[in-house]
């Protein structure tokens, strides 16, 4: 052991049934492999707890996909004071540093080629697996297209424009190993919005075996989902893509500039609907504190616009509403609760009025009554700790 290791987490999400690996350093194996060894840390979603390192000198280089895992490294440099740490990855994306960090640890912005001085994506993309993983297994990861960058950038709520990354994929060179046929395979092509100009990059995606489908994150414009239809048509591999709707009526986009309007996104989701896709995602934000009644009419519409889902579904996952730092909405809702882990400010939890706690209550239920009959999932899992949907 050269005490320095490379620690990507992953989670064995039971209420998806499959492994979900934080593949951070996939796109720099070669790299890292030369410098050290890879280690991978088992994680539940929102743990917090120490990492138990089997050394105690030395450095560690950590993958964090999420905000708690930065946590989990902060916890661990304390402990650790002869341990040097270095935190890059997802997690650190609009998180404000608000104290001091402990000597040993370290957080970099740019990628792992960047930081070690290669060019972006020099090396061959590969992983390995954690030992837990078993053939027949379901696994999850990424194979970055850029990075954490959206050519969009306008949304308010959103973290990503306080993202200055910039690393893009001009090629795919996505290879398994023979042993991955072994493992069933749903595989994020990652970027935060597909751009219309760079779907054409999806006509070399490998038709792998045991492949459960490629997963997509687009807008809902039509050049990209007309683009998305005609490479979709053209390869044999399933896709399942999504986007995000946050509140789907012109009003309301209008508040959060999110660049779309009604018929639009009806026409994207009819063209979606005739692609032989393995399912269509959308992202529903609630907790808003600008609600007007019209607004609710205004959603009735567009789920009476809406087609019917037969082949596959339209999941809709409904997300509470947090007011990041550095996101353009910072500052404009009154706060109910920040949001801090030791030196970390991950944003806050907005104070909103009775008369918008009952509006957006009452949006939730037309979601639930109006998606009926249209093959359409509602998850509400990721609202059920916020305190007015209690
Ligand atoms: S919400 Fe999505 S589309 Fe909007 S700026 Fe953020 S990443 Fe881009």
Redesign the pocket.
């Known amino acids: 052991m050269k005490n320095v290791v490379f620690i990507q987490f992953y989670t064995n999400s039971e209420e998806m049934g499959r492994w979900v690996l934080g593949n951070g350093f996939s796109d720099t194996y070669d790299i890292c492999k030369s410098k050290g060894d890879f280690l991978w840390i088992e994680t539940g979603r929102d743990s917090e707890d120490i990492i138990e390192l089997p050394f105690k000198t030395g450095t560690a280089y950590v993958s964090c996909c999420m905000g708690n895992q930065l946590v989990r490294v902060w916890k661990t440099a304390l402990q650790n004071p002869e341990i040097e740490f270095v935190c890059g990855g997802p997690g650190l994306i609009g998180v404000e540093v608000i104290d001091d960090l402990p000597a040993n640890m370290k957080l970099s912005y740019n990628s792992v080629e960047w930081y070690f001085g290669y060019p972006d994506f020099t090396g061959k993309w590969k992983l390995s697996l954690p030992d837990a993983v078993q053939a027949g297994d379901k696994l999850y990861f990424n194979y970055g297209l850029d990075g954490n960058h959206?050519y969009?950038?306008?949304?308010s709520y959103?973290n990503?424009?306080s993202w200055k990354g910039q690393r893009k994929r001009k090629i795919i060179d996505l290879e398994l190993d023979d042993y991955f046929q072994d493992y069933n395979k749903l595989i994020r092509i990652g970027t935060?919005?597909l751009q219309p100009k760079d779907i054409y990059l999806l006509k070399q995606l490998p038709d792998l075996p045991n492949l459960w489908c490629y997963k997509l994150n687009f807008?809902f414009d039509r050049k990209t989902v007309k683009n998305f239809k005609e490479v979709a048509t053209e390869l044999s591999t399933p896709f399942v893509g999504g986007a995000?709707f946050e509140f789907p009526t012109d009003r309301m986009w209008k508040v959060m500039n999110?660049g779309y309007n009604l018929d639009e996104v009806i026409e994207c989701l009819e063209i979606l609907n005739d692609i032989d896709m393995a399912m269509i995602t959308g992202g529903f934000m609630l907790g808003w504190n600008c609600l007007i009644n019209q607004d609710i009419d205004d959603l009735k519409q567009f789920f009476q616009r809406l087609p019917v889902f037969r082949n596959k579904k339209l999941v809709l996952f409904i997300w509470p509403m947090y007011v990041f730092p550095g996101s353009m909405i910072d500052g404009k809702y009154d706060i109910d609760h920040k949001i801090i882990k030791g030196p970390f400010y991950f944003g806050y939890v907005p104070k909103i009025s009775f008369e918008q706690e009952v509006l957006n209550d009452k949006v939730l239920k037309v979601i639930e009554e109006y998606s009926k009959g249209k093959n359409i999932d509602v998850h509400k899992e990721w609202i059920k700790s916020w305190k007015i949907f209690e």
């Not at 969009?152 to 949304?155: I, L, P, V």
């Open positions: 959206c969009w950038n306008k949304c959103c990503r424009p935060e919005a807008r995000s999110k």
